[in-house]
């Protein structure tokens, strides 16, 4: 075979293995089309059965809440209470809890039946100049007792706090001002009280007290006469003596007018309702600010004026806390450690009259001041005779 039949033979097979190779080419290119045309076709059906399947999930109704244990009203014990604000209120009525649920009736009456309810509390309102000597009374007064009561001290902003963690008055002083005697600064003090005891929406009585204060029954017993009494408790008379019509200033009308003028106690106790009134108010408070200024005495006639005006019927008119009125001068009498006898105590426990729900009644006085601190010593020996006495109320 010659050389130009080799070439012509070499030329004819490489001419077919590249006709071959582009068949092959081709192949592939069609199936790898083929492929992409299916896969893009399956890919979209599979998004639209998604979309299908997520919109018909959105439109269909949330399954039923099962109520898996029942619901606790208890506030958690270590959060910070604090009033709601207008976005929260807000906020809150768009948001409505799911009440649905497939309980029968007779699981639903067991539970709603078992569900705890927190206890009404009495808000202890300590106004002081810095600590509590009589401490160690109150300490009895309160033990055993802690998911019934609140305390809260406002006392001196420079007064150190030494108070040990094991006390009930540990860690219970609210952030204060300074106060001086027959100055408005009291009354701020009072609200300053009232103000952080209402952020606590358990308390639903509140009692103002001093450090020369002393509980004269038992915290039983005391807790029973507050809880369950249809009014307040707070001194609100017209006194047309000096010391009352004469401390009123012609310049408070038209908004407070003479008969609207009332004297009381600066030692209170009121329902939740008139607590949220005294701190709210905004229309007398700034009058008397500027209008009852010494021999005026704001502690002695804006409480009682306002409850006056605005809620009379609110009020039993009289104070649960005794004070020695007998000696003249500004200030009420001071008891020593011989005074303190069980004569003198239980005479003032049950030497008074007054009416308790519609019902006459000796016990009229839940509370007693000044006592000095070296009564501490004979009050804890008689500590069995007025907090160790069950009396019902």
Same mark, same amino acid.
């Given at each position: ?144 007792? @802690? ?18 963690? *094991? ?5 219970? =002083? ?5 106060? @001086?005697?027959?100055?408005?600064? =009291?009354? *701020? %003090? ?32 005391? !807790? ?27 310049? =408070? ?17 009121? *329902?939740?309702?008139? %607590? ?7 229309? !007398? ?52 450690? *011989? ?23 000796? =016990? ?30």
């Amino acid at each position: 075979m010659g050389n130009d039949q080799k070439k012509v033979i070499a030329a004819k097979h490489s001419s077919s293995h590249f006709q071959f190779g582009h068949v092959v080419r081709l192949v592939f290119f069609i199936i790898g089309i083929s492929i992409g045309i299916s896969f893009s076709v399956y890919f979209k059906s599979f998004v639209f059965l998604l979309r299908t399947s997520l919109l018909n999930s959105l439109r269909q109704p949330p399954p039923p809440f099962i109520l898996s244990q029942p619901l606790s009203l208890v506030p958690q014990q270590n959060s910070t209470p604090r009033l709601p604000s207008p976005v929260d209120a807000d906020v809150e009525s768009k948001v409505k809890p799911n009440i649905l649920h497939n309980m029968e009736d007779n699981e639903l009456f067991s539970r709603a039946s078992s569900v705890p309810r927190t206890l009404p509390k009495v808000a202890f309102m300590f106004l002081t100049k810095g600590p509590i000597p009589l401490g160690p009374l109150w300490e009895i007064f309160f033990n055993g007792h @802690e998911d019934l009561y609140n305390i809260y001290i406002h006392s001196h902003p420079s007064f150190i706090d030494s108070t040990p963690q *094991n006390s009930v008055f540990y860690g219970r =002083m609210i952030p204060s001002q300074p106060v @001086e005697w027959g100055k408005s600064t =009291m009354l *701020n %003090a009072e609200r300053r009280l009232l103000g952080n005891a209402l952020l606590d929406s358990s308390n639903e009585r509140f009692v103002l007290v001093s450090e020369s204060c002393i509980p004269l029954f038992n915290f039983t017993i005391i !807790y029973n006469y507050l809880i369950n009494s249809k009014k307040s408790f707070t001194g609100s008379f017209d006194d047309p003596s000096k010391v009352g019509r004469g401390r009123y200033n012609p310049k =408070m009308s038209p908004e407070i007018a003479l008969s609207d003028w009332r004297k009381g106690a600066q030692w209170f106790e009121v *329902n939740r309702k008139l %607590a949220v009134d005294i701190v709210s108010d905004t229309k !007398y408070y700034p009058i008397f600010q500027e209008h009852c200024n010494i021999p005026c005495y704001m502690d002695e006639h804006y409480i009682p004026t306002l409850i006056n005006i605005i809620r009379p019927e609110e009020n039993s008119n009289r104070s649960v806390t005794w004070v020695d009125w007998s000696k003249v001068g500004p200030h009420p009498g001071k008891f020593t450690r *011989n005074d303190v006898t069980p004569k003198f105590l239980n005479k003032i426990r049950f030497g008074n009259n007054c009416t308790y729900n519609g019902d006459n009644t000796t =016990m009229c006085l839940l509370f007693a001041r000044k006592f000095m601190p070296n009564t501490l010593p004979p009050l804890l020996q008689f500590v069995p005779l007025f907090l160790n006495t069950s009396i019902p109320v």
